[in-house]
């Protein structure tokens, strides 16, 4: 199995900026796309941004221009730059990695992100 740890969530002032970050461990040696999604309360859960392998990236209409999606290969982490939010970013992300070794998506325990003044 793959765990995930996310950290970096909390409360930012609107414009503000925020990093999150998702540590795998486990059966890490066959990790494939990374990628972090959210919920807002209320709603459904939404994909943010995807990264594969070889570093191509794919981001929601909202948030391009915005964010931006890294990943470490060596370390298996996947990092979310958030610039310039918007109190409608407020919801909870998770991380969210395929693992070819287990044929099947993880998630992680989910972050809180808040945008408020």
């Known amino acids: 199995q793959v765990q995930l740890v996310e950290s970096g969530g909390g409360l930012v002032q609107p414009g503000g900026s925020l990093t999150l970050s998702c540590a795998a461990s486990?059966?890490?040696?066959?990790?494939?796309?990374m990628g972090w999604y959210r919920q807002a309360p209320g709603k459904q859960r939404e994909l943010v941004a995807t990264?594969?392998?070889?570093?191509?990236?794919n981001y929601a209409d909202s948030v391009k221009d915005r964010f931006t999606i890294s990943r470490d290969n060596a370390k298996v982490t996947v990092a979310l730059q958030m610039n310039g939010l918007k109190p409608e970013d407020t919801a909870v992300y998770y991380c969210?990695?395929?693992?070819?070794?287990?044929?099947?998506?993880?998630w992680g325990q989910g972050t809180q992100v808040t945008v408020s003044s």
């Open positions: 990264i594969t392998s070889g570093g191509e990236t």
């Open positions: 969210n990695v395929w693992s070819y070794a287990e044929g099947t998506y993880y």
């Open positions: 486990g059966r890490i040696f066959s990790i494939g796309p």
